[in-house]
Nanobody, 124 residues
Framework: QLQFVESGGGLVQPGESLNVSCAASGFPFDYYTVGWFRQAPEKEREGVACVSRTGSKANYVDSVKGRFTISRDNVRNIVYLQMNNLKPEDTAVYYC?????????????????WGQGTQVTVFS
């Protein structure tokens, strides 16, 4: 059974850091791009970061460039998102997902098999 399980969210103050992780199972993990997405209340889900099959390439939404880093471990089938210098506008539920076929990018419509999400709250 294909499954994603996110963890590591929490409540932090602006400027602090969090590392969220997502454990995948049920499919050949290193065949696909994986990505992190977020959805704030009353907003559409947006792509935050994605990483290529081998981990050699990564892409980020402009608002997190220089602050967030995505990485993957193809032995343990885990994808990470290190979030530094967090801001209140980063508050959202963060999800991981797998791309459809060979897609590489941040369009949520091109990703399938979503996890249940982990809440990240940045309060001042």
């Amino acid at each position: 059974q294909l499954q994603f399980v996110e963890s590591g969210g929490g409540l932090v103050q602006p400027g602090e850091s969090l590392n969220v992780s997502c454990a995948a199972s049920g499919f050949p993990f290193d065949y696909y791009t994986v990505g992190w997405f977020r959805q704030a209340p009353e907003k559409e889900r947006e792509g935050v970061a994605c990483v290529s099959r081998t981990g050699s390439k990564a892409n980020y939404v402009d608002s997190v460039k220089g602050r967030f880093t995505i990485s993957r471990d193809n032995v343990r089938n885990i994808v990470y998102l290190q979030m530094n210098n967090l801001k209140p506008e980063d508050t959202a539920v963060y999800y991981c997902a797998r791309s459809q076929d060979a897609y590489y990018g941040l369009d949520p419509q091109r990703f399938i098999y979503w996890g249940q999400g982990t809440q990240v709250t940045v309060f001042s």
